[in-house]
């Protein structure tokens, strides 16, 4: 995925789409560009590297009112400056900026190689500008949907025309763009984070919309040449938000923060006297809800394991069969979607590419389909027939926590509602509730223990790879942990339910590979604690994540005690230590935490 800003305006363009492309840069940052519009034609300017290199290597006197920028997650090419975007036509008369992947780049590349057109690129957004320069259109919309008629694939695209200096013209498929309104100027970017320092007045585009953006504002239009009259809606953002608020990293910010953010998501959706939940955007009423024979979660990466963590709620509060699946796997083995099933799609950006293709296969196919979405407004959360939102607040970190855990916030919240409209009494469901009120303070407890996490941390830093294990409710809570950990402090780590390690993974254990055992007080304690000897007994190092008044005899080894609440909740609050550990091990390793190699803040792409 990628991230891509514009400006129409009367302020110089260069320092806003820099510090547009700042604020959008966990999106992809390998390298970055920008195209600005000035007396002497379009001056682009591309660098490998971040978006702070990009902005160091800019000319003294770049002038210019109009301009694209675009910072880049490779997908086509390696990340050298020629691969960087803006990508220009020959005569350097067309400017682009792409996030997505055109399928039929290739043929049409081949054909405009044919006609001899040079070709500076690996990339396939390319061909668009080439394209877009040869098109007989005589405006700028016209040459644009001429290209869009011809490509196939996903895409947000701006585009520059020097012969066009007052506009710069939009288009949507599959990939987010927002228009941002401003006093006699106007903004383009991927995602709200570039845009709230200017404005909190906010059009989405829909697939298969494009815009002309000029300084008095903008027309949005259909591939049809239809107006679609879209009318700027006001977002619930502020600059506070998206800023680091004076922390280190973003991460350990949004880890921190987790105790207000989920006191706001619990705020008016609690129902004390029914034992309930409040769930009214899942416009689904009661007789509906009781009609699903079963659960279906679809999500990718830590959504994926949230979602699994919610399977096991739906099972034990609402008595339905409920499962996990990626999204990016179920959509591929063409699905029986069932009129009583209710699919459920989980995603923190609500952009992800797999998680919305799942969502488009089975509304192919009939099925009913609710989002759990973070990002207001998201492709994801416009395309389920309804939803709840996670109120988390903008994740900026790749490595998903907060989100992660207002996730599993929303799965208990789920569960207690399928469960109050069957069999789950009012005292159960009370109990929950009193459950999720103590969790922001229980989470606070936690936090205060951040010294001693960091310690244990430091412990593991070291390790070329771990373990991470853990049984029935806190399996899923491993492999979050092991994903954190391969997400930003490059070790192998791998989960696996404890029981499972005595059929082969125990052959692994060794001195040097420590492994993290999820040690829950509940019906397994005392197997849990049996398996985990075994390792002790192979000389494993070992680190426990345990509850008050678990003993866990005379393992002399480091333990994390996390608050107890009710069981079936219990997995939200012991995934709150592993976020830690993984943090701080990458800390001690110096590893860029917030932007890790090779990963985006959600793909966008397939
Ligand atoms: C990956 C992110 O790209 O996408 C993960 O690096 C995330 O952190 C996954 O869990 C899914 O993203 P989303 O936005 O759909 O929850």
């Not at 320092?15 to 992809?28: D, T």
């Not at 480091?558 to 990458?586: S, W």
Request: contains cysteine; charged residues 25%; glycine residues 10%.
């Amino acid at each position: 995925m990628c991230g891509i800003v514009g400006y129409i305006g009367n302020q110089n363009a260069a320092p806003i789409l820099i510090e547009g492309l700042a604020r959008l840069e966990y999106r992809g940052y390998d390298s970055a560009g920008i195209a600005v519009l000035g007396a002497r034609g379009a001056q682009v300017c591309r660098k490998v590297g971040r978006v702070r290199d990009l902005e160091a290597s800019l000319p003294k006197r770049l002038a210019g009112k109009v301009g694209i920028g675009h910072t880049r997650w490779a997908t086509h090419g390696p990340a050298t400056e020629d691969n960087a975007h803006p990508q220009t036509s020959e005569d350097g008369r067309i400017s682009v900026v792409h996030n997505g992947i055109i399928d039929n780049a290739a043929s049409l590349r081949g054909r405009l190689d044919a006609k001899g057109v040079k070709f500076t690129s690996e990339t396939d957004t390319e061909v668009i500008a080439h394209l877009v320069a040869r098109s007989e259109a005589s405006t700028l919309e016209g040459a644009v949907l001429d290209v869009l008629s011809r490509i196939t694939g996903t895409y947000a695209i701006a585009v520059l025309d020097e012969r066009h200096p007052d506009r710069i013209v939009v288009a949507r498929n599959g990939s987010p763009l927002i228009l941002g309104v401003g006093d006699h100027e106007m903004f383009i970017a991927s995602d709200l984070a570039a845009l709230v320092r200017h404005t909190t007045s906010v059009v989405h585009l829909d697939d298969g919309e494009l815009a002309t953006v000029t300084a008095s504002g903008f027309r949005t239009f259909s591939q049809e040449q239809e107006n679609t009259e879209k009318v700027p809606t006001d977002v619930d953002i502020d600059l506070e938000d998206v800023g680091l608020g004076g922390y280190r990293h973003y991460m350990r910010k949004e880890i921190i923060e987790q105790p207000s953010t989920i006191e706001r998501m619990l705020r008016g959706r609690l129902d004390e006297r029914f034992g309930s939940a409040r769930l009214d955007g899942l416009n689904l009423g009661p007789r509906e809800l009781r009609w699903f024979r079963r659960v279906k979660i679809l999500g990718c990466g830590s959504a994926y394991y949230a979602s699994e963590v919610g399977a096991a709620m739906i099972e034990e509060l609402a008595r339905i069969p409920a499962a996990a699946e990626p999204a990016s796997e179920f959509r591929y083995r063409n699905p029986i979607i069932e009129p009583d099933t209710l699919y459920v799609a989980v995603s923190q950006s609500g952009e992800t590419a797999d998680t919305a293709f799942a969502v488009q296969e089975v509304k192919r196919k009939g099925g009913q389909i609710v989002g759990l979405v973070n990002v207001v407004g998201s492709t994801i959360a416009r395309e389920c027939d309804g939803g709840i939102y996670l109120h988390a607040g903008p994740e900026v970190a790749v490595a998903s926590t907060k989100a992660l855990t207002h996730m599993t916030i929303g799965f208990a919240m789920l569960a207690l509602h399928l469960g109050r409209v069957r069999d789950l009494s009012i005292a159960d469901g009370q109990r929950i509730i009193a459950g999720l009120r103590d969790i922001p303070g229980q989470i606070q407890q936690i936090i205060t223990d951040e010294p001693h996490i960091a310690e244990v941390a430091d412990g593991l830093a070291g390790a070329p790879s771990l373990f991470f294990v853990g049984r029935v409710r806190a399996f899923p809570v491993a492999r979050e942990g092991a994903q954190k950990f391969k997400e930003i402090s490059y070790r192998h780590a791998e989960a696996y339910p404890t029981s499972e390690l005595k059929h082969g993974p125990l052959a692994l254990i060794c001195e040097s590979l420590p492994t993290v055992a999820i040690l829950p007080d509940d019906e397994l304690t005392d197997r849990n604690l049996a398996a985990i000897q075994q390792i002790v007994a192979r000389q494993g190092p070992l680190v426990v994540v345990t509850h008050p008044g678990v003993s866990i005899g005379d393992l002399d080894v480091p333990c994390i005690t996390v608050p107890k609440n009710e069981r079936e909740l219990d997995p939200i609050l012991m995934t709150i230590p592993l976020q830690l550990l993984a943090y701080h091990a990458a800390l001690a390793l110096g590893h860029d935490i917030d932007k890790p190699r090779n990963l985006a803040k959600s793909v966008t792409v397939e």
